[in-house]
Every structure is written in structure tokens, then in C-alpha cells.
């Protein structure tokens, strides 16, 4: 279902439009709009929301606004593309593409957006991705095919077989675990959190990451606490929420020493939610600290691959950020600790009664 705009002002113009005309946009599976000549929003589909194109019941995306403008003053339809932000922080965009009709007298037009762009520009991260994982396959499945090699050569000397099928062993699961996250990531880069829709708590978020993370927190000795809570929701996708908040906090304790503390918190500030997740471990020099969300980036290799790590977790965070509109950020001190931070837009704030 659409949504009119209901002030009595706009009552006549709403008048124009057909009822008829209004039902066949509600039953089409692109998202519309119909502007009045002064920018108000008569009529838009209810996913609209969603698109960052409307504020106060007005156009606020200056690249749509200029296209409506030429429609009325040529007359002409017009189709085009434009970048909306996906939320008010973060470098996320959405790229959409734009048909423009006068379809009144009186200069109603009516806008009908498409989400081709954004399937595009999908297709080119997936050809980039293919060819980047293929390149990370490669070490794991030669080193298993050297061992497997080796182990039937020394198959008559019982001590070196054991050595050598707990080698295969590990790089099996080394290479388990580097398929699910490239599956985790792959995934992420095929849907859009965005088009779900779903109220995610974030609250929930954060106890389900924390109890996933429980068995090893307990190995290393490592307590997790819950700090300080803001109770509200976000607009999205619960399963990639979950997977974000579970990265970090796995890090914070494979980066950590044991016996240390992590804390996981939450803030509300100008409808923005602040997720922390704050470490004492070994910390990250400043030159780096750009380059960890990159794929397959570890600031030490063998570290990374002893605690079982894949170099994706910190990329698959960014893209959750980006896919919700907003972003990840991180502070960090060598010797001192971590903290990053998940940064979303709120759709509301539990207020206590
Ligand atoms: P990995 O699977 O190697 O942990 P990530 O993408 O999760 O991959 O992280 C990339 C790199 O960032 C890690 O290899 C590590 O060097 C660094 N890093 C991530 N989180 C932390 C942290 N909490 N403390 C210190 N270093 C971290």
C-alpha cells in the first residue's frame, strides 16, 4: 500500500490524481512518487521510505528535484540515474535509476524508480570478489594437496602419519572456515538489508553475538560484559546484524590476552546507535587502521591464522554498516586495546515508562 499526503491543502491536487492510476502504482514492483509543483509529495509507494529520497513530505534529493524540474519545463520525459546516501552517516550509496512524466496540466509528475543501477554495480563487487578469493583458495588447497602427498609416502612410519593428518587436519578446517565466510560475505553482497524491512532490537543483536562468542571467550578465559544499554531498533537484516556485532567481538577476544576484559555497549545520539565493543588486547598501529576492513588484510598473518582467521571478518562488518546505511569505526592503541564502533540509524528509541 501507498501513502497520500493528508494535509487539507493538498486535498484538491490529491483529487487529480485517479484512483485508478494510484492502485496500478501500488501493484507494480518499482517504487513511485508524484510531486506537486512546489516539491510536495501528493502520493508515494510505502517502500519509498526506504530510499532516502523524501524528507517531510518533500523531494530531498537534489539530483531527483533538478530532473522533475526539466520534466515541466520541456514537457518531455525524462530518464536519468542518481546517488542516494543509504543513511544519514556512512559512505554507502544506492544508485537508482529515474523515469520522469508530466501527467497533469497543473505540472504533477510522476516519478518511477528502478533499482537496475544497484544490481550493477552488485555484479561488478561479485567479478572483483571471484577473482580475490580465488587467489586465497589457492595456498590452502596446494599445502593440502602437498600433505596428502607426503602422507602416502610415509605410510609405513606410524609417528609421521600422526604429524602429518593433524596438519591436514587443521588446514581442513582452516579452509572450512574461509569457504563460510567468503559464503557470509558473498551473501551479504547479493541482497539488501534495506529491502527486508524488518525492526531488528538491537539489544537482541548483541546477547545473541555474545553467547555465540561464549565457549571460546570461556577457553581464553576472557569475560564479556554487557556495559551500558540504549534500547532500540534498526531497520534491516537480524541475521547480518548478528554476524557484525559477532565479528567484532570474536576479534576482541582473538586479539586479546588472556584473562582480559571485553565489553560490549550500546549509545543513542541524534537517532544514531553506537555498538562498542572495546578490548584490552594488543592493539593496532595507526597505519593500519584503515587497512583491516580491506578483504584478506591481516596486520599479521601468522597471528591471524593461528586464532583461525580468515582476513574477512572486518570486511564483511563494513558491508553489513554500508548495506544498513551506516558505518564501522575504530580507535585503537598499541599495547592498550581496541574499541570499534558499528554505527546505525535508529528507527525508534525505547523510551522507559
Ligand atoms: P581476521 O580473520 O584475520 O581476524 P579480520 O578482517 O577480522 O580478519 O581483521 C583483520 C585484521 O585486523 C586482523 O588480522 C588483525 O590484524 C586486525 N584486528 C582486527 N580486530 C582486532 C582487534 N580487536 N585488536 C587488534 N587487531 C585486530
Same mark, same amino acid.
Given at each position: ?7 487539507? @491543502? ?37 517502500? !519509498? ?18 530532473? /522533475?524540474? /526539466?520534466?515541466?519545463?520541456?514537457? *518531455?520525459? *525524462? ?32 516519478? !518511477? ?85 524488518? *525492526? ?69 545520539? @541524534? ?10 588486547? !594488543?592493539?593496532? =598501529? ?12 591481516? +596486520? ?19 558491508? =553489513? ?29 525505547? +523510551?522507559? *515508562?
Amino acid at each position: 500500500m501507498g501513502w497520500l499526503n493528508k494535509k487539507p @491543502d493538498d486535498q484538491v491536487e490529491q483529487n487529480l490524481i485517479p484512483a485508478v492510476l494510484v492502485s496500478t502504482l501500488n501493484s507494480l514492483d518499482r517504487e513511485s512518487i508524484i510531486v506537486n509543483t512546489s516539491g510536495k509529495v501528493l502520493f508515494a509507494t510505502e517502500k !519509498i521510505q526506504l530510499l532516502n529520497l523524501i524528507n517531510e513530505g518533500k523531494i530531498s534529493s537534489e539530483e531527483l528535484l533538478a530532473l /522533475v524540474r /526539466v520534466v515541466r519545463r520541456t514537457g *518531455q520525459t *525524462q530518464e536519468g540515474s542518481i546517488e542516494v546516501a543509504r543513511g544519514p552517516i556512512g559512505s554507502g550509496k544506492r544508485e537508482l535509476q529515474i523515469t520522469a512524466a508530466l501527467i497533469s496540466p497543473d505540472g504533477l509528475v510522476l516519478v !518511477i524508480i528502478d533499482d537496475e543501477g544497484e544490481k550493477q554495480r552488485i555484479d561488478a563487487i561479485r567479478r572483483d570478489f571471484i577473482t580475490n578469493i580465488s587467489h586465497e583458495l589457492k595456498t590452502p588447497i596446494q599445502a593440502l594437496s602437498l600433505n596428502s602427498d607426503a602422507l602416502l609416502e610415509i605410510k609405513n612410519e606410524p609417528e609421521r602419519v600422526v604429524a602429518f593428518a593433524n596438519k591436514i587436519k587443521l588446514q581442513t578446517t582452516r579452509l572450512n572456515d574461509l569457504v563460510r565466510e567468503i559464503i557470509n560475505l558473498s551473501k551479504l553482497q547479493d541482497s539488501d538489508p534495506l529491502d527486508m524491512a524488518d *525492526q531488528v532490537d538491537i539489544t537482541d543483536v548483541i546477547k545473541e553475538a555474545i553467547n555465540q562468542c561464549e565457549a571460546m571467550a570461556e577457553i581464553r578465559k576472557i569475560e564479556v560484559e554487557l556495559g551500558e544499554m540504549s534500547d532500540c531498533a534498526v531497520v534491516g537484516n537480524r541475521e547480518q546484524l548478528v554476524m557484525a556485532v559477532h565479528n567484532l567481538v570474536e576479534n576482541a577476544i582473538n586479539y586479546s590476552a588472556d584473562g582480559t576484559h571485553v565489553s560490549v555497549s550500546t549509545r543513542v545520539e @541524534d537517532n544514531i546507535v553506537e555498538i562498542l565493543v572495546k578490548d584490552q588486547g !594488543i592493539g593496532i =598501529v595507526e597505519e593500519n587502521l584503515d587497512r583491516i576492513f580491506e578483504r584478506f588484510y591481516r +596486520v599479521d598473518p601468522a597471528r591471524s591464522r593461528a586464532t583461525g582467521g580468515t582476513g574477512l571478518g572486518l570486511s564483511i562488518v563494513k558491508h =553489513v554498516c554500508k548495506n544498513h546505511g551506516g558505518e564501522v569505526k575504530v580507535w585503537s592503541s598499541l599495547g592498550v586495546g581496541s574499541t570499534f564502533a558499528i554505527r546505525l540509524p535508529i528507527v525508534k528509541e525505547k +523510551v522507559e *515508562q
